[in-house]
């Protein structure tokens, strides 16, 4: 698979595969591979955890996570399921970014102060 995303705005923290799922990216040289063997059972499930993607928030914006596995780019890309031919998967999601602002932090910091100073006048 491959990830797009903003590194000025997102960090990549780590790539945690799904349950049953074997990491294969050391093999591959992605940033995410993964490979059932001998496959992942069809219990009628309707939803399939491949992977969870942790990042950091770097600063406030606008942007998008990208995550696509395309088999005409390369020959281990895209999902196969049993002798099925190879899907591609393509997926984008747009996310809104905030950061504390140092203010936040300040005000925080003053609110446990005075927390403390009233702790201790009834002490």
Known sequence: MDLS?????LKLLGVSLGSGWDDDSAFTG???SGSAFPGVA???????TLATLS?????AGSTSVGLSGLSANS????LIYQMSPTLDIQATHALAL???????YAMMLAGLGLLSLA???RG
């Open 75 to 78: 020959f281990d890309q895209g």
């Open 5 to 9: 995303f903003d590194s000025g705005l």
């Open 119 to 121: 702790v201790r006048r």
């Open 42 to 48: 069809d219990n009628g499930q309707t939803s399939l």
């Open 30 to 32: 992605l940033i995410l």
């Open 98 to 104: 905030a950061v504390p602002e140092p203010g936040s």
């Open 55 to 59: 990042f950091e928030v770097l600063g």
